[in-house]
């Protein structure tokens, strides 16, 4: 089984703060029990083993989203005191958490929160499962408008799913410490070429020219660098400020497509940290 290990491939010695690279552990079971279910994409195992569900991206408790508890519900009534089969990538990440899928009498618990509108499709490169009957899954709940997708956030091609305005350290040291992490929602690669970000102030940047295919996220950093666009790891763009670009305290991000819509918008404030 292969592992890889991205911060040892980017040269970059701090563990990703949102976590979401593979690492090296423990082995890994491929039955348990759920002992309990943290939200809609976390839960431990029997065995002790935290889990963080592959393909799927439920909103957090903390702060709260939008249809959070929802998801939890759904994944505790489907999982919770159950055997499961775990579908592991064989990674953990930067938590060290098992990235699994998991599967109950058959069912595919990440296809069941798509159907019901309580995730997007979310990968963890390098994944080569068959996207098909996830990316049917989302579509089916996205036409229905059911859940997430009959909220204002869930209307465009991307959603911003971590805005870390916050660099480690000085910002201004670690301009690339500033960075959001923005998935591909729609059903299809979306070609970012006219797209831009602006913040709370309107001041605003292009985005480089890249594809990020379906439920791929891209790591979209203030400063400047070579962007990493091969899709089997994790997308880096580089917006290429000489300076830091989000405020501390509070800010905004708005992204907009080539026409000058609105595709997402998230906002950042220092006493409400990412989880
Ligand atoms: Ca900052
Ligand atoms: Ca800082």
Known sequence: MIL??????????????????????????TEAVVASVYDGDTLTLSTG????????????????????PEARELTASLVLQKQV???????????????????V??????????????????????????LAPFIAAQEKARAARRGIWS?????????????????DGDDRENVNGEYLRICNISPQPLDLAGYRIADISGKNWSFPEAIVPVGQTFKLHSGRGDNQLVPDAQLELFL???DPIWNNGSDRATIYDRYGRVVDSREHHADHPNP
């Open 151 to 167: 909220t204002d956030r869930f209307q465009g091609a991307l959603h911003i799913t971590s805005f870390h305005a916050n660099a």
């Open 4 to 29: 890889l290990v991205w911060a040892a491939l980017a040269g970059d010695a701090a563990p990703d703060p949102d976590a979401m690279s593979l690492v090296a552990g423990p082995p890994v079971p």
């Open 49 to 68: 083993d935290k889990v963080r569900l592959r393909w799927v991206n439920t909103p957090e408790l903390k702060p709260l989203e939008d249809y959070g």
């Open 85 to 103: 089969h775990l579908l592991t990538s064989g990674g953990r990440d930067g938590y060290g958490r098992l990235l699994s899928g998991v599967e």
């Open 105 to 130: 009498e058959g069912k595919n618990l990440s296809i069941a929160l798509l159907e019901a509108g309580l995730g997007h499709l979310f990968l963890i490169p390098p994944d080569d499962t068959d």
């Open 240 to 242: 290429g400020s000489a």
